[in-house]
């Protein structure tokens, strides 16, 4: 092996949601020097790049080990259930090339929360003008949406069939309409933005990076390994990589910024001797600073997935009668950008409070126009729909822990699921709402009959032993690197690691507590936020003004 180095004054780890708005806003000015690292492909390649940019290509993409670390929540030893996957993308754009393109902020209560923990600038009147900043809203002009930004918000170009009758069916139980998760109210049921351009995908690569990959002051690393961030006594000067079978040795003049995601950004501050001294000591790790919080507070939002048989006219599956639509949508798409591949496989959902008290709806629940979950199958035999609840504010914690001192090793991923009995009972209680949902008339004429768990599961001891081996999560992991004041907490709210110099951590697992919704579109602000903490600067007067104006028509809450 050989040894090479070079100097940036940014050096930033992950090409990911965050990575790739970091390294658009840094290199906007000529002067300063950027480069961005990432494990896997360009998703400029024919594949994966094809597959990214095709929405129902995510069926391609979730699992497979070229563009997907694969990671895996364990359970306990003695459950003989198998792991949970919990897929991250390792492929310019990270998870925003895999995941099912959904565009939710979150709710209001969700950042002041974080502001009513000490970090100060976090609240959603203060997040909010970094959310507007990003955003070019596709369906138009909106108060509540930006037109500037470079990552495309639209509408479904051709929803499935099924998404009329959810919305009759969530009529008939009261649970109002809403068309925009992202506008004055979260609450209610409707369809989802999303992150859509055309037809196509719209990742953070698409978006952020491509457009600037002429700047000759950015430098992209593809196909990288990054082993360690290099210290210097408490300070961070670069980081150690291979490439191609070379290790590398790359030196920042200002800041190291890890963006490598909530399950690597919390391995690479343990490589690096940063974390628990108990868990270096036990990989034989030399500790350089001892910060306790490091892969503690892993959370996700739990879910689980009912499944009902339905009329071939409501779903996608393999049938006579669903040979055609198959069949023509390659044409479709090609031609006009419209039909199945449009769909992301979860159009549309709601946000459901289980009583009036919560700040918070506590429920999230997903539509989806297929029969998920089923092993090794691009397409289900036979047609039907899947309702997924999760819970969207679980008190469960988990943590992260190293396989090994080997940056290859995958880190084990012990999450600690229904360790809290409030995670489990709203569970329970989901699972009993989304019944009522499918009992509804609407749903009625065109159901026939639940698949999974199936009417034998009844009982709340029966639904709480299914929910425990039938577990699983929407695919968004925060809170392993939290922002924070207290014992765990690994960054400030400038998002510095404590207590080193010249290092910071720019992505989701800096969330104290997870938001109510999907992750990719706060992590897009997190990094909007940290440009502007790292470069001095704050969001325009125009920004800041229309963003606390839009605040200001939601202090009822959602």
Request: glycine fraction near 10%.
């Amino acid at each position: 092996m050989t040894t090479r180095a070079r100097r940036f004054d940014y050096i930033i780890v992950g090409a990911g949601s965050a990575g790739c708005v970091l390294a658009n806003r840094l290199s906007a000015d000529p002067n300063i020097s950027v480069c961005l690292i990432e494990a896997g492909p360009s998703d400029r390649n024919l594949f994966p790049g094809s597959y990214i940019r095709t929405p129902a290509g995510i069926i391609r993409l979730i699992a497979n080990p070229k563009w997907n670390w694969m990671h895996q929540f364990s359970r306990a030893a003695d459950s003989g259930e198998p792991d949970i996957p919990c897929p991250r993308g390792r492929v310019w754009g990270g998870s925003s090339a895999i995941n099912g393109m959904i565009y939710i902020r979150g709710n209001r209560h969700d950042y002041d929360h974080w502001a009513s923990l000490g970090n100060r600038g976090w609240s959603y009147g203060d997040v909010l003008p970094y959310f507007l900043r990003s955003e070019l809203f596709e369906p138009g002009e909106s108060s509540w949406h930006g037109r500037g930004g470079e990552l495309n918000v639209s509408e479904l170009r051709s929803p499935s069939p099924v998404n009329q009758v959810f919305y009759q069916a969530a009529e008939e139980l009261g649970w109002r309409y809403n068309a925009d998760f992202n506008g004055p109210e979260q609450e209610g049921i409707g369809p989802f933005h999303v992150t859509q351009i055309n037809g196509e995908r719209c990742s953070a690569a698409r978006a952020f990076l491509h457009p600037i990959l002429h700047r000759t002051n950015l430098h992209v690393l593809s196909a990288t390994l990054t082993h360690r961030v290099l210290l210097e006594g408490k300070r961070a000067v670069g980081v150690e990589v291979s490439q191609n079978g070379d290790v590398l040795q790359l030196h920042a003049e200002h800041e190291v910024i890890l963006s490598a995601g909530s399950i690597n950004s919390p391995q690479l501050l343990m490589l690096s001797g940063i974390g628990p001294a108990d868990e270096l000591a036990r990989h034989g790790i030399t500790l350089r600073h001892e910060l306790p919080g490091v892969g503690q507070n892993l959370q996700d939002h739990q879910d689980v997935v009912l499944m009902y048989r339905s009329d071939a006219d409501l779903s996608y599956g393999l049938s006579p009668k669903g040979l055609w639509p198959l069949a023509r949508s390659p044409w479709q798409y090609l031609l006009d950008r419209r039909g199945p591949l449009t769909s992301n496989t979860v159009e549309a959902g709601g946000f459901l409070r289980l009583t009036p008290d919560d700040p918070a709806p506590e429920l999230g629940l997903i539509v989806a126009p297929a029969l998920k979950n089923q092993p090794r199958r691009l397409i289900p035999f036979g047609h039907g729909i899947s309702l997924h609840i999760a819970v969207m504010h679980p008190q469960s914690r988990g943590e992260i822990r190293l396989n090994s001192p080997d940056p290859r090793d995958k880190p084990q991923l012990h999450p600690n699921f229904l360790s809290h009995p409030e995670d489990l009972r709203k569970l329970v209680e989901g699972v009993r709402l989304v019944r009522r949902l499918a009992s509804t008339a609407a749903f009625r004429g065109h159901l026939k009959g639940e698949l999974i768990p199936g009417e034998n599961i009844s009982s709340d001891a029966q639904i709480e032993q299914w929910v425990r081996h039938h577990l699983g999560t929407v695919f968004h992991p925060v809170g392993t690197c939290k922002m924070g004041h207290d014992e765990l907490a690994v960054v400030d709210d400038q998002l510095r690691v404590q207590g080193i110099e010249g290092l910071r951590v720019v992505d989701a697992s800096i969330m104290p507590t997870l938001i109510t919704g999907n992750t990719n579109a706060p992590a897009m602000m997190i990094a909007e936020k940290a440009s502007d903490m790292i470069l001095g600067n704050g969001p325009s007067l125009t920004e800041g003004m229309e963003a606390r104006e839009a605040a200001t028509r939601v202090l009822s809450g959602f």
